[in-house]
C-alpha cells in the first residue's frame, strides 16, 4: 500500500527524520492561504501515487502565494502521466511545502533484499531526478548496505557506507541519524518500501527529506489500526478501497465482464476461461467460502459498481458448501438487487444437481462447466 508523500512524511517525522513544513489543499484558495503562511516561499506538489512527478510538471516552486495558488487550481482535477505511469493518475490534492533552499540533493532508501533476506539500505550522493540514470549508468556511485533484520545496524556500520558514499563532512552525522530513523520506521510500521529522493541538504548544512516516498506491506497493515485513516485516502482504486473495508478479496482489472467465485484458484480459472473465449474479465472477485445470500449479495453489489460491467459469471464449486444453498444464496442476492445484465452461473461439485434445478425459471443461465459458462456469458454479454 503506496502512501502519498505527504502521509509518509508525517510518518518519518514520527520517526525524528526532518521534513519541511506543509499542508495538502484540494483547492486554489486553501493552496493560496497556506502558501501565505509561508510568506508565498513554498513548492506545490501532486499528491499522486507515482514517481517522476517533477519531471511530469507535478512539481514548482514559488515565492508568490496567489501564482502559488494559480498553479495548484491548474494542477488539481489534471491527469499527471510520467514515464513511470503512462496511464496517468488524476490529481486530487496538492501539498503546498515551505520551500527549501537546496545546494545538494542525494538519494536514500530502505527495501528488502528477498535474496539475502535482509533490509537494504542505498545511499547515493547523486540524488535527484535523475537517479535512475545513475544507477544505471554508474552503479557504484550508490552505496548499498545490509541489514540484519534481528540484529539491526551498529552506528560504525552506516558511518562508513555513508562515508564509502562521498556524503560531505558537515552532512554525515545527520545522515546517519537519518538512517537510523528510516530503518526503525521501516521496521516499525512494516514497510516495504522507504525512498527519500531528494534528501535536500541546505547552504547552511541542514539536512532534510524534501520528498519522501513510504509503502507499506498490505498483509501487516491490520497490525497497525492507527493507517486505517492513512489507507483511505491513499487507496489507488476507490472499489478496491470498499472491497477491503468490506473484507472482499477484490482486484480490479479493467475489462467488462464482472467475476466472482468461491476460491482464488477456482476465481483465476475463471480469468483465464473468459479470457479464452473472446471476453475481457472487469475483476477478480473472491467469495470466500460459504456464500450466503448476504455475502453474494454484497460481492454482487460491489462488482456492478464498475459502470464498465456489461454481464457477470459466477462460478462455484460446491464443497463443505453445497451447491444448493449457494444457489438459494443467489436467488436471495438477485430478488434484492436490480441486475439488468446478463447472468451466467456456473454450479459444479456437492449439490450442483439441485443447484441448477433452482436456477431454472430465473434471470440467472445455469451452466454445468466453467468453459460453457465462459462462453455463454461472452455471448450473451457482447450480443
Ligand atoms: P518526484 O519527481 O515525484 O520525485 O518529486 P520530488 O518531490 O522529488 O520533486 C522533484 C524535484 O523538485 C526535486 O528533485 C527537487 O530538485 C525539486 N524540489 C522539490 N522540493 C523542493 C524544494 O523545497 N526546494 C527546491 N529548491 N527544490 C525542490
Ligand atoms: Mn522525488
Redesign the pocket.
Known amino acids: 500500500m503506496k502512501l502519498h508523500?505527504y502521509q509518509s512524511k508525517d510518518l518519518l517525522a514520527k520517526y525524528g527524520v526532518v521534513v519541511?513544513g506543509g499542508r495538502v489543499a484540494k483547492n486554489a484558495a486553501d493552496a493560496q492561504s497556506i502558501a501565505e503562511e509561508y510568506g508565498g516561499k513554498?513548492?506545490v506538489?501532486?499528491q499522486v501515487l507515482?514517481?517522476?512527478?517533477?519531471?511530469?510538471g507535478?512539481?514548482k516552486?514559488f515565492d508568490n502565494a496567489a501564482e502559488a495558488g494559480t498553479f495548484a487550481g491548474e494542477l488539481i482535477g489534471k491527469r499527471l502521466v510520467?514515464i513511470q505511469n503512462p496511464a496517468g493518475m488524476v490529481v486530487e490534492q496538492v501539498l503546498v511545502?515551505?520551500?527549501?533552499?537546496?545546494a545538494e540533493?542525494y538519494y536514500l532508501s530502505v527495501l528488502l533484499d528477498r535474496a539475502a533476506q535482509k533490509l537494504l539500505v542505498m545511499i547515493s550522493r547523486e540524488?535527484?531526478?535523475e537517479i535512475e540514470e545513475v544507477a544505471e549508468k554508474n552503479p557504484e556511485a550508490i552505496v548499498r548496505l545490509l541489514v540484519d533484520p534481528v540484529w539491526g545496524l551498529a552506528d560504525f556500520e552506516i558511518r562508513d557506507a555513508v562515508s564509502k558514499a562521498h556524503i560531505p563532512g558537515p552532512a554525515q552525522r545527520q545522515m546517519v541519524a537519518m538512517i537510523k530513523s528510516l530503518v526503525r520506521a521501516y521496521i516499525e510500521s512494516d514497510a516495504d518500501l522507504i525512498e527519500i529522493?531528494?534528501v535536500?541538504l541546505t547552504p547552511e548544512g541542514k539536512l532534510l527529506a524534501?520528498?519522501?516516498?513510504v509503502s507499506l506491506d498490505e498483509n501487516a497493515v491490520f497490525r497497525h489500526p492507527e493507517f486505517a485513516a492513512t489507507a483511505e485516502d491513499s487507496a489507488e482504486d476507490p472499489l478496491e478501497a470498499e472491497a477491503a473495508q468490506k473484507g472482499i478479496a477484490y482486484v480490479r482489472l479493467g475489462g467488462d465482464i464482472g467475476i466472482m467465485g468461491n476460491g482464488a484458484g477456482l476465481v483465476m480459472c475463471s480469468l483465464d476461461e473468459v479470457n479464452a473465449a473472446g471476453g475481457r474479465p472487469a475483476n477478480f472477485l473472491d467469495v470466500g467460502g460459504g456464500a450466503s445470500a448476504e455475502r453474494v449479495k454484497t460481492c454482487v453489489e460491489l462488482v456492478l459498481k464498475d459502470e464498465n460491467v456489461k454481464g457477470l459469471l459466477i462460478n462455484i464449486f460446491g464443497g463443505i458448501t453445497r451447491g444448493d444453498q449457494v444457489a438459494k444464496g443467489i436467488l436471495t442476492a438477485f430478488e434484492q438487487l436490480d441486475v439488468n445484465i446478463p447472468v451466467v452461473a456456473r454450479i459444479d461439485g456437492t449439490g450442483a444437481e439441485e443447484g441448477l434445478e433452482l436456477l431454472k425459471g430465473s434471470k440467472i443461465v445455469g451452466a454445468a462447466t466453467m468453459q460453457e459458462a465462459a462462453k455463454r456469458i461472452v455471448e450473451l454479454a457482447y450480443a
Do not use: Q, T, W, Y
Open positions: 508523500e519541511p513554498v513548492v506538489k501532486a507515482m514517481g517522476g512527478r517533477g519531471k511530469a507535478g512539481v516552486l510520467s511545502a515551505e520551500l527549501v533552499d537546496i540533493e540524488g535527484g531526478m529522493n531528494p535536500a524534501a520528498d519522501a516516498k
